[in-house]
C-alpha cells in the first residue's frame, strides 16, 4: 500500500498531513533549545554556588587542613565538575539535534514544495487539456446542428414546387458542405478525445502516483530522522551520565574520608602552646595583724593575681623574627619550617651554581657556544645569594637549638643535616641539556590520562581518546576545563573531568 495507489485523490490531505509533519519538527527543535537554556542556566548557577563558598586567603588554607573542611572543598569541586557535563549536555543537544534537525527541515520544506508544485501543474495540464476538449466538443455539436438544419432546408426546398433547379442545386451544395465541415470537427473532437484519455491515464495511474510516492518517501525520512531526534535526547544526557555518577562518587567519598580524630590532633598539633598549667593558688593569711609599716604602705597590700590567659582575651604580640612571640611548641615547628624552606632554597641555588660553572666550563672549551665572561654576573649573584642563605640558616639554628635546649637541638640539627643540608652537596641532575636554559618553550606541568573520549566541536577545544596520554599544560582555573598538549603536538582545551591525573 502507498499514497500513489490508495490516496491518488486526497491531494489536501498529504499537503496538510505533511505540513503537520514538518511543524512537528519544528516544535520539536525548539523544544530542545529551551531544554538546553535550562541546562546552561542549571549550570551557571551551580557554578556561582560552589564560587560562592569555595575557600579563599590564608586563614581558609590552613582551616582546608582539617578533613572536615578539605572535603567539603572536595564536594565544591565535584559539583563544578558536575555543572561543566550538564554544559556539555547542552552543548551536544545544540549542536547535534537543533542544528542538524534545522537544516534537515529546511531541505524537507524545499521537497515538499516541489514535489507540491509538481502534483500542482500536472493537475493544470490535464484540467487545461479537458478545456481544449471541451471547446471541440462545442464546436461539433455546432456545426452537426447546423449541418442537420442545412440538410432540412435542401430537403425541403426539393420538395417545393415552386423551387428552381438552381435553388436546389444550391440548397445541397450548402448542405453538403456545413456535413463536410461537420464530419471534420467530429474527427478533431474523437482525436482529441482519445489524446486526452491518455493524458489522464497517465496523470491519475502513473504522474500523481509517482509524485505522491515522493512525498510519502520524504515523510518516513522526516520520521526516522525525528525519533533518532528523540533517542538523541536521551543519549546524550547517558552518554555523560558515567562522569556525574563519579562526581556524586566523589561527593560520596570526601564524606567518607573525614576523620574526626585526625581533625582533633591537627588542632592540637596546629596550636599546643608547651606551657605548663597553672600552679595552686597560695593561702594569704590575714590574721596575722597588720605588719609595721614601711615608707611606701602602712599595709602589706594583697597580692593580685594575674588573669588565667586561657580564659580572657590575649593582645596579640608583636611578630618576631625568630618567632619568640608564639608559644614553645609553636616556635619550634616555625623555626624548623623555615630552616626547612631555607634549605630547600640553598639547595636550589647550590644546583643553579654548579650548572653555571659546567656552562662556564663547555663555553671556555667551546668558544663557538658562547662566552664564559657573560656568565660571571650570574656565578657572582648565585654566590651571593648562597652566602646570604647559609647565614640565614645558621641564624635559625641558633634559634631552634636555644628553643629546644642541649641534646634534643643536636639531634634536630642533625636529623636537619642528614635531610636537608646532606642533600645540599648532591645536586640535583635538572641541567643534563644546557639548551634548557635558553629555552622559552612552555613545559608541562603534569601529565595525565583520557577517562573518556571527547570530540572537541568548539573552537579552542581538542578531540582525545580514551586512554591516550597527554601532558597538562595549564590547569583548572575553576571553570572544568584544562589545556592540555597531545603526542602530535596539538593543543588546546578538555574538560577537566574527562581525564585523571598520573602523579
Same mark, same amino acid.
Given at each position: ?48 554556588? =560552589? ?15 582539617? &578533613?572536615?573542611?578539605? &572535603? ?38 524545499? *521537497? ?22 471541451? &471547446?471541440?466538443?462545442? %464546436? ?7 449541418? *442537420? ?14 423551387? =428552381? ?6 440548397? +445541397? ?12 470537427? /467530429? ?37 526516522? %530522522? ?39 590532633? !591537627? ?26 609599716? =614601711? ?30 612571640? !608564639?608559644?614553645?611548641?609553636? %616556635? ?15 639547595? +636550589? ?24 665572561? &657573560? ?14 642563605? /647559609? ?6 639554628? =641558633? ?42 618553550? *612552555? ?61
Amino acid at each position: 500500500m502507498d499514497w500513489g495507489t490508495d490516496l491518488w485523490d486526497q491531494n489536501d490531505v498529504i499537503d496538510k498531513h505533511t505540513q503537520s509533519g514538518l511543524d512537528l519538527v519544528e516544535r520539536y527543535i525548539k523544544f530542545v533549545k529551551e531544554r538546553t537554556e535550562i541546562e546552561q542556566s542549571y549550570a551557571k548557577q551551580l557554578r556561582s554556588l =560552589t564560587k560562592k563558598y569555595a575557600k579563599r586567603g590564608s586563614k581558609e588554607e590552613q582551616e582546608c587542613r582539617f &578533613s572536615n573542611h578539605a &572535603s567539603f572543598q572536595d564536594i565544591l569541586n565535584e559539583l563544578n565538575d558536575y555543572a561543566g557535563q550538564r554544559e556539555l549536555i547542552a552543548e551536544n543537544m545544540m549542536t547535534g539535534i537543533c542544528v542538524e534537525l534545522t537544516k534537515f527541515l529546511q531541505d524537507l520544506k524545499q *521537497e515538499r514544495k516541489t514535489h507540491l508544485s509538481d502534483a500542482k501543474k500536472a493537475q493544470q495540464n490535464l484540467e487545461s487539456s479537458f478545456k481544449h476538449l471541451e &471547446s471541440t466538443k462545442k %464546436r461539433f455539436a455546432k456545426e452537426w446542428a447546423e449541418a *442537420e438544419k442545412a440538410t432540412q432546408q435542401a430537403e425541403k426546398t426539393e420538395s417545393d414546387l415552386n423551387a =428552381t433547379k438552381l435553388d436546389v442545386e444550391k440548397a +445541397k451544395q450548402h448542405a453538403h458542405a456545413r456535413t463536410h465541415t461537420a464530419e471534420e470537427c /467530429r474527427n478533431d473532437y474523437a482525436a482529441l478525445l482519445q489524446k486526452y484519455n491518455k493524458e489522464q491515464n497517465f496523470h491519475y495511474y502513473t504522474e500523481i502516483p509517482q509524485i505522491f510516492n515522493k512525498l510519502q518517501d520524504m515523510d518516513e525520512r522526516r520520521i526516522r %530522522r525525528l525519533a533518532e531526534g528523540y533517542c538523541q535526547f536521551s543519549d546524550i544526557e547517558k552518554n555523560v551520565l558515567p562522569i556525574i555518577s563519579k562526581c556524586l562518587e566523589g561527593i560520596s567519598a570526601a564524606g567518607g574520608k573525614i576523620n574526626e580524630k585526625q581533625d582533633s590532633l !591537627l588542632l592540637i598539633e596546629q596550636h599546643k602552646s608547651g606551657f605548663e598549667r597553672p600552679g595552686d593558688v597560695e593561702f594569704e593569711d590575714y590574721t596575722q595583724g597588720i605588719k609595721p609599716a =614601711t615608707s611606701e604602705s602602712s599595709l602589706n597590700p594583697p597580692k593580685v593575681r594575674t588573669k588565667l590567659w586561657p580564659f580572657g582575651k590575649r593582645h596579640k604580640p608583636h611578630a618576631a623574627e625568630d618567632f619568640s612571640h !608564639l608559644p614553645p611548641e609553636q %616556635r619550634k615547628k616555625r623555626l624548623q619550617a623555615k630552616i626547612d624552606d631555607i634549605t630547600k632554597e640553598l639547595q +636550589k641555588a647550590q644546583d643553579q651554581s654548579e650548572a653555571l660553572e659546567k656552562m662556564k666550563g663547555v663555553y671556555e672549551q667551546n668558544p663557538q657556544m658562547g662566552d664564559p665572561s &657573560s656568565l660571571e654576573p650570574q656565578i657572582t649573584e648565585t654566590t651571593q645569594n648562597i652566602g646570604r642563605l /647559609r647565614g640565614e640558616l645558621a641564624k635559625y639554628e =641558633t634559634w631552634l637549638s636555644e628553643a629546644v635546649g642541649g641534646e634534643e637541638t643536636a639531634n634536630t640539627i642533625n636529623n636537619n643535616t642528614q635531610h636537608g643540608g646532606g642533600t645540599v652537596e648532591q645536586p640535583l641532575n635538572i641541567y643534563t641539556e644546557f639548551d634548557d636554559e635558553f629555552d622559552d618553550i *612552555e613545559n608541562p606541568i603534569g601529565q595525565c590520562t583520557a577517562l573518556y573520549t571527547f570530540e572537541g566541536n568548539s573552537e579552542g577545544t581538542i578531540s582525545i581518546t580514551e586512554g591516550e596520554q597527554l601532558s597538562v599544560m595549564e590547569e583548572d582555573k575553576g571553570d572544568g576545563w584544562m589545556r592540555v598538549l597531545k603526542a602530535s603536538g596539538e593543543e588546546g582545551y578538555i574538560p577537566s573531568s574527562y581525564v585523571k591525573l598520573v602523579s
